[in-house]
């Protein structure tokens, strides 16, 4: 299995433009997870979706953030406009059902200048 | 309010060496995994154990959840063991996984 699998990793943008995170989970599990990874912050859970459907958005820090899950295989991340203080770590991770083990992707590094 | 709390927050060891990381909750866990964040910021799934005992190669770890607290033990460390340590917990009631601060492990040779 080739895990779950994230684009870009790196990604620099200039602050007001949009920015897209693409997550591929793993085949057959049917809860995805992005999380961010800050150094003030640590890892915190931005959303889940269980069989495609968000489930718990709370983490989702403004409503310049949305994420969506069009089909079990594909999931995206999308900050309109991007701020400096969006530069992070992005994770993306699925898991078999909600209280399972997570499996994490190799994340997407976003810097916004 | 729900808490992970790990220790020690750094730690610095001569290869060969061996090595206790704790991790403490402060309710019933429906979930506790451990992962490895290596110098490349991969996150490595390390164990799936929510109670009980598991081994694996020179890493075991225990989860003791009647106490609230899980042990990870490293030995015969190696350089390629540096990184950071996490502990996740999901505790009972479908709150998400909640991650600790970490233990910074620095394997020196």
């Known amino acids: 299995d080739a895990g779950v699998i994230q684009s870009p990793r790196h990604e620099v943008t200039e602050m007001g433009q949009e920015v897209t995170l693409r997550c591929k989970p793993i085949?057959?599990?049917?809860?995805l997870f992005w999380y961010r990874q800050t150094m003030m912050r640590g890892l915190e859970l931005l959303i889940y979706?269980?069989?495609?459907?968000?489930?718990?958005d709370s983490g989702m820090p403004e409503d310049r953030f949305s994420a969506k899950m069009p089909n079990a295989s594909f999931s995206t991340l999308k900050i309109q406009p991007s701020e400096p203080r969006d530069s992070a770590v992005y994770f993306c991770?699925?898991?078999?059902?909600?209280?399972?083990?997570?499996?994490f992707g190799p994340g997407t590094r976003l810097t916004v200048t | 309010g729900i808490q992970v709390e790990q220790s020690p927050p750094d730690l610095i060891l001569q290869e060969g060496a061996n090595s206790t990381l704790r991790c403490n909750f402060s309710?019933?866990?429906?979930?506790l995994q451990w992962f490895h964040q290596n110098p490349w910021g991969q996150l490595i799934n390390l164990f799936y154990?929510?109670?009980g005992t598991k081994q694996n190669g020179r890493l075991s770890a225990t989860t003791v959840a009647t106490e609230r607290y899980s042990l990870l033990y490293i030995s015969s460390s190696q350089t390629t063991d540096s990184g950071v340590y996490f502990c996740?917990?999901?505790?009972?009631?479908?709150?998400?996984?909640?991650f600790g601060k970490g233990t910074r492990l620095s394997v020196i040779a």
């Open positions: 991770a699925s898991g078999r059902d909600r209280n399972y083990e997570q499996y």
């Open positions: 085949s057959g599990h049917n809860s």
């Open positions: 979706f269980n069989n495609n459907v968000p489930i718990d």
């Open positions: 309710d019933s866990v429906n979930n």
């Open positions: 154990i929510p109670s």
């Open positions: 996740a917990v999901e505790y009972s009631g479908n709150t998400p996984l909640v």
